[in-house]
């Protein structure tokens, strides 16, 4: 069988929050995170700006597929998160903030640091001690080193270990 090529995730945390911040208004949002809905998909495609292929990554069943809304609006995505459960980690494949909440004129802040710390809180729930491992682009490493405290392994190879997912899962998760 052939191994689909591991994705060089390219987001950006604009900004750790405490939710989701508008930034025209500052208002900040509570969120919650949900498993995508085939329903939900329909929204979901390049041609409405999306960049990746979530109606694969969706019907891959040793994948996780979860949505980012705010909290009374469950039909607007903010983000989307793919993950899978290894035997002893997290694994990310996936990450991805709305297209109103990319570049200069989104519409959010806080989207894709939301998503990470969920992933951590899922390791914690899976008895993993909050490990989460993806691949990034290289540019990027430094970015998530300063802005995570991702480790960087190898090649492009980087985690997330216990400290640090516990401070992003305490700032997103205060239950």
């Excluded at 002893?88 to 989104?106: C, Q, R, T, W």
Aim: aromatic share 12%; glycine share 6%.
């Amino acid at each position: 069988m052939k191994l689909a090529p591991k994705i060089q995730l390219d987001f950006v945390i604009d900004k750790l929050t405490n939710s989701i911040i508008n930034v025209i208004s500052g208002d900040s949002f509570q969120t919650e995170i949900s498993l995508l809905t085939k329903e939900d998909l329909k929204n979901i495609t390049k041609k409405s700006g999306w960049n990746f292929n979530w109606k694969e990554e969706f019907k891959d069943i040793s994948r996780e597929v979860y949505k980012l809304t705010i909290v009374n609006n469950p039909n607007i995505i903010q983000g989307l998160l793919s993950i899978s459960i290894m035997d002893d980690h997290v694994y990310m494949n996936l990450l991805e903030s709305a297209p109103f909440n990319i570049g200069e004129d989104k519409l959010y802040e806080g989207v894709a640091g939301n998503l990470v710390a969920y992933a951590c809180k899922v390791s914690f729930q899976k008895g993993f001690d909050g490990y989460l491992a993806f691949i990034a682009k290289t540019k990027l490493i430094k970015h998530y080193e300063q802005t995570l405290g991702a480790y960087h392994f190898k090649d492009q190879k980087m985690f997330i270990e216990t400290d640090s997912a516990k401070i992003l899962v305490e700032k997103y998760f205060k239950d």
